[in-house]
Nanobody, 119 residues
Framework: QVQLVESGGGSVQPGGSLRLSCVASENIRDIIVMGWYRQAPDNQRELVAQISSGAITHYADSVKGRFTISRDNAKNTVTLEMISLKPEDTAVYYC?????????????WGQGTQVTVSS
């Protein structure tokens, strides 16, 4: 069964740090991109950070300099290190994996993990 397992969400005070991790099941092949999206109440889901199979990264402007994405291709794992967290970072964070097979891209999603930044 294809699945993404996320861990690491929680509650922190402003200025705090959290690490999110996501492990993709081994039957997801030909992964070309891994990343994190987030969705706050009453907002659309938005891209936070992505990393390609060649380790090219892309970040939303709002998180540049505070968040760092990394991946371990051998373990099908993507990690998001978050520092200097702000209340506006509060959201459900979703792991995303893109697989390119037979000429098409298939997106897989995790179940989501809550991140709350509040004093």
């Amino acid at each position: 069964q294809v699945q993404l397992v996320e861990s690491g969400g929680g509650s922190v005070q402003p200025g705090g740090s959290l690490r999110l991790s996501c492990v993709a099941s081994e039957n997801i092949r030909d992964i070309i991109v891994m990343g994190w999206y987030r969705q706050a109440p009453d907002n659309q889901r938005e891209l936070v950070a992505q990393i390609s199979s060649g380790a090219i990264t892309h970040y939303a402007d709002s998180v540049k300099g505070r968040f760092t994405i990394s991946r371990d291709n051998a373990k099908n794992t993507v990690t998001l290190e978050m520092i200097s967290l702000k209340p506006e970072d509060t959201a459900v964070y979703y792991c995303n994996v893109g697989s390119w097979r037979l000429g098409r891209l298939t997106n897989y999603w995790g179940q989501g993990t809550q991140v709350t930044v509040s004093s």
